[in-house]
């Protein structure tokens, strides 16, 4: 794609587009995950860290939103209230679900949803990292990486040609990510589920049967 420019726009549901980047002409020096950027106007962006603080530092942890665009927008208010807190300012804020990092240029990195985040032999890891990787191989056009209830790591596989193989997916893997990340099943896609929204519904990924399957990676 010579001369192709990548705009990220970043925005939940609850707010309008709230941070931007672009990217260059030249894709190859494009990295596997496009920062979401710094903050329009009129928009404050914080990070939650575990001990339930906020501040703009260089770190990790669920991405705060605070600014005009940030609105209540469910008819059930109750379903989603306890989203939506008070900034020191007594402003509207609202908790994302999101996890995200601050780059040394002050741009963020989005690293996924916090639910997203998994845990394996002791080690954390963003399943959107793991897609990543996948994603960037020639014979996979899309990968949707998920785990399961019994605690296995499924892979969902749409290839571009010939069917892609346990094998092949955790080549892949081997080469980039450590050696406890290793996907235990893999389920070829023709038609991805879809939700209402237009978005992959992963709840029904599950109920796919694996196309194949090695024993539990220890």
């Not at 990548?6 to 596997?32: I, K, M, Q, R």
């Not at 893999?186 to 029904?204: F, L």
Request: aromatic content about 6%; charged content about 20%; hydrophobic content about 35%.
């Amino acid at each position: 794609m010579p001369n192709a420019k990548l705009s990220n726009h970043y925005g939940p549901s609850e707010t309008h587009v709230v941070c931007a980047h672009t990217l260059a002409s030249n894709v190859a020096e494009w990295p596997d995950i496009a920062p979401i950027g710094q903050p329009v106007a009129n928009v404050s962006l914080q990070i939650a860290f575990e001990e339930d603080q906020s501040r703009n530092t260089d770190a990790t942890g669920e991405l705060l939103i605070s600014g005009k665009y940030v609105r209540h927008c469910y008819t059930d208010a109750q379903d989603n209230q306890k989203n939506f807190i008070s900034d020191k300012n007594g402003a509207v804020q609202y908790r994302t679900g999101d996890r995200v990092e601050v780059l040394r240029n002050d741009y963020f990195n989005y690293l996924g949803r916090s639910d997203g985040q998994i845990k394996v032999s002791g080690h954390r890891i963003e399943l959107q990292q793991i897609e990543a990787k996948l994603n960037a191989a020639s014979d996979i056009v899309l990968s949707v990486v998920m785990i399961a209830p019994d605690g296995t790591l499924r892979c969902f596989v749409q290839s571009t040609d010939a069917p892609v193989s346990l094998t092949r997916v955790n080549e892949i893997l081997a080469k980039q990510l450590p050696d406890y990340i290793r996907l235990n099943t893999i389920t070829q896609i023709d038609e991805w589920p879809k939700a209402p929204s237009g978005k992959i519904d992963r709840r029904a990924l599950l109920n796919i049967n694996m196309t194949s399957a090695a024993a539990p990676y220890p």
